[in-house]
């Protein structure tokens, strides 16, 4: 052997060996490098072109530090360092035997392909999990604008629906923060199942032009929080599906998109009741709609949505800033010949002003079969193109507190 070259592979050895004693420094840490993640550089990946190989390389890799993590006793922490790094769809499940972390630094990214991704729901799926946070301020990146252009979702109601970018299940007592979520191919992050999570820091991006791409969609979930958050997405920047309980929305900011929504409700037989949401402290920036509840007519669902406030909100050139629609049927998807049976009581729209896209800053149009009931508007501030907004109203008597418009125009 040519002992230059055996110079060199001593001094690579030497080298590995520094970088293997670097990952393995900390007891509870489990680094996704030394279950052999390729290095994160991106200059590693352009002349590979994101090959099959290296994906799943990163995957098992993942796989292998969360299963070691997640039968830790202690309380464990998967880091993901900073790099870039292209991830096929995963499942990681718990229970776990104590705590755990999932820290990522690096930007990840989802095939561009959205049939790549086994046909799954979700690219990332966290589940069964009791205390997880997901930490690191990383992005996943979904890259969805292939998925985009095959998108037809709003003519065809058995469309093809793409991944999102994240589902969370059943998780208690669980944080998401510092996280980026950035153009997924679907909605972004799916709560479902859960009890006691908070988001916060949680920031999604998608353009304004990208279909389907709501932020988070929560059901059949109980203390769920979304604070110091921005949204900005092609569709709802929240929403809450049936049995949604006990939720919190606050300092959140959203725009461009469709704004903070309950609902859709009513379409699906079997819902759960929305009861006891907070919207407080948030802005919506030139979104179609600003605080909303929607409800399908033309079906059989019976339910209730009930003890929703909206407080302290600044409107920015918003189309629809307050609006209850219990005639939502998008592309003529329903019959509007029979009213809506989701019932709407106790909300309280409170100091929110700011400026209407549109003349009826506020549009409460309620079900003639189940008229809402203990609605108050209370300190709205709106204006339209200098002057102030004013409401329309259909099958609810709104109590009105303080400076808020009066209905004006009778729905017809
Ligand atoms: C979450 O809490 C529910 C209700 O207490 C419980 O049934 C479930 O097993 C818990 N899940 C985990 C993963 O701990
Ligand atoms: C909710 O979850 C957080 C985060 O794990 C935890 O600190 C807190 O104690 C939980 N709250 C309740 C009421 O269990
Ligand atoms: C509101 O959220 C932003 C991040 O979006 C944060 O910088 C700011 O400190 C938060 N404000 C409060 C009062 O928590
Ligand atoms: C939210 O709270 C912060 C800090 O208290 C305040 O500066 C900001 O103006 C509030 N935003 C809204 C929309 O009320
Ligand atoms: C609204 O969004 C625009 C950009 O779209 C930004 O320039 C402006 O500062 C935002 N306004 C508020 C009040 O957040
Ligand atoms: C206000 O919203 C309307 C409708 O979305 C839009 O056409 C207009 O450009 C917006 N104005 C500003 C100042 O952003
Ligand atoms: C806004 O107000 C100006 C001046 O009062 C008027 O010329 C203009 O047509 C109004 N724009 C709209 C969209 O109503």
């Avoid at 592979?9 to 004693?21: C, P, Q, R």
């Avoid at 994101?50 to 997640?70: E, G, I, M, T």
């Avoid at 630094?105 to 999990?129: C, E, M, S, T």
Wanted: hydrophobic share 35%; glycine share 8%; with cysteine.
């Amino acid at each position: 052997m040519n002992s230059q070259l055996s110079i060199t592979t001593i001094a690579l050895l030497l080298l590995l060996l520094l970088l293997a004693s670097n990952v393995t420094a900390q007891p509870g840490v489990f680094n996704i490098r030394k279950y052999g993640a390729p290095n994160g550089d991106i200059t590693n990946y352009k002349f590979v072109c994101f090959s099959y190989s290296l994906v799943f390389l990163f995957v098992k890799a993942l796989k292998s530090a969360w299963k070691d993590a997640c039968a830790s006793s202690s309380p464990s922490k998967v880091v993901v360092p900073s790099g870039w790094y292209k991830l096929q769809q995963i499942d990681l499940e718990g229970p776990c035997n104590a705590p755990i972390e999932v820290r990522v630094h690096g930007k990840i990214l989802a095939p561009k392909n959205p049939y790549h991704l086994n046909g799954q729901d979700q690219w990332v799926r966290f589940q069964y999990i009791n205390f997880f946070t997901l930490s690191g301020r990383g992005t996943f990146d979904g890259q969805g604008e292939m998925a985009w252009t095959q998108n037809d979702c709003g003519r065809n109601t058995n469309c093809n629906r793409h991944a999102m970018n994240f589902g969370f299940a059943f998780l208690n007592n669980s944080i998401i923060q510092d996280i980026n979520s950035k153009d997924s191919k679907y909605f972004h992050a799916n709560v479902f199942g859960c009890n006691n999570v908070t988001f916060r820091n949680f920031n999604i991006n998608a353009p304004e032009t990208s279909p389907n791409t709501d932020g988070i969609h929560i059901g059949r979930s109980t203390k769920v929080q979304i604070i110091n958050s921005k949204i900005g997405t092609g569709d709802d920047c929240i929403s809450l599906g049936d049995g949604s309980r006990q939720i919190t929305i606050r300092n959140v900011t959203c725009g461009p998109g469709h704004g903070i929504s309950v609902g859709s409700l009513g379409r699906y037989p079997n819902e759960e009741p929305v009861v006891d949401l907070t919207v407080k402290n948030c802005t919506l920036n030139n979104t179609d709609n600003g605080v909303r509840i929607k409800t399908w007519p033309g079906t059989s669902v019976v339910s209730i949505a009930s003890h929703l406030h909206f407080e302290d909100i600044i409107m920015v050139n918003v189309t629809n800033p307050i609006i209850i629609d219990q005639e939502y049927c998008p592309w003529n998807q329903c019959s509007k010949k029979s009213p809506s049976q989701i019932k709407i009581r106790k909300v309280l729209f409170k100091n929110i002003r700011g400026t209407s896209a549109t003349q009826e800053g506020v549009a409460l149009v309620c079900s003639r079969g189940v008229p809402c009931e203990a609605i108050v508007l209370s300190d709205i501030d709106l204006s339209f193109n200098g002057s102030k907004a004013i409401a329309k109203c259909a099958n609810v008597k709104p109590t009105i507190r303080r400076k808020a418009p009066i209905c004006m125009v009778p729905h017809i």
